[in-house]
């Protein structure tokens, strides 16, 4: 079967760091993305990674663990426009992206 | 360059109407999809094309739902006739099929509201 697990909301503070974990168990794995979504707006692309290994992007960062089936997205100097839902997809064999329900980050002052 | 392109971006019907939603995507983008957000929820995917072909359908409830992609561009996605369960945000999102990270671009969704 296929299932993304993430939290389901977090809550940070400007100016700090904060790390969204996701595992995954999908049919085939061929990449996995993070994505940003504002509350009523579309998703928009952060991140994707294929191999192990951090890929750093300015103030976010996503590491992959294909052995463990794990991802996390880091995010650094938090920032009120920050607050969002963060959504993992997981690409499988057949191309389609399987994203998980999502995690609802809220920045505080 | 111009984004996915959705329309409407609202709309409310009451159920057992028909309803339909439009999407361009972006120019040159090769395979489109169709996706349905529902609260709270990751976005689901309902179909995908490559050019004017539906390469996955698997998820498409056949009985109500419909769609086209006629000359590999615009998309239509309809619903007839409507339910309750139907409300959600639908999403068509575009990418370039190439090998490798070939990251879907949504557009910003048609909301439904069913009553």
């Known amino acids: 079967g296929q299932n993304i697990d993430q939290p389901t909301e977090m809550t940070a503070t400007e100016g700090a760091i904060v790390q969204i974990n996701c595992t995954y168990q999908t049919s085939g794995f061929n990449g996995l993305f993070w994505y940003q979504q504002h509350a009523g707006e579309a998703p928009t692309f952060l991140s994707y990674n294929v191999l192990d290994g951090l890929e750093e992007k300015g103030r976010f960062s996503s590491f992959l663990s294909r052995s463990k089936g794990y991802s996390y997205l880091l995010l650094k100097e938090l920032q009120m426009k920050d607050s969002a839902s963060y959504l993992c997809a997981v690409r499988d064999y057949t191309d389609k992206l399987i994203f998980g329900t999502g995690t609802r980050l809220q920045v505080f002052p | ?115």
């Open chain 2, 1 to 115: 360059e111009a984004g996915v392109v959705q329309s409407p971006r609202y709309k409310i019907i009451e159920k057992k109407q028909p309803v339909a939603f439009w999407c361009n995507p972006i120019s040159g983008h090769n395979t489109l999809y169709w996706y349905r957000q529902n609260l709270g929820q990751g976005p689901e995917l309902l179909i995908r094309y490559e050019n004017e072909e539906a390469v996955d359908d698997s998820q498409l409830p056949k009985d109500r739902f419909s769609a086209e992609r006629l000359k590999g561009v615009d998309s239509t996605l309809k619903i007839q006739p409507a339910e309750l369960g139907d409300s959600a945000v639908y999403l068509c999102a575009s990418s370039l099929l190439l090998a490798g990270g070939n990251e879907q671009y949504f557009g910003p969704g048609t909301r439904l509201t069913v009553t």
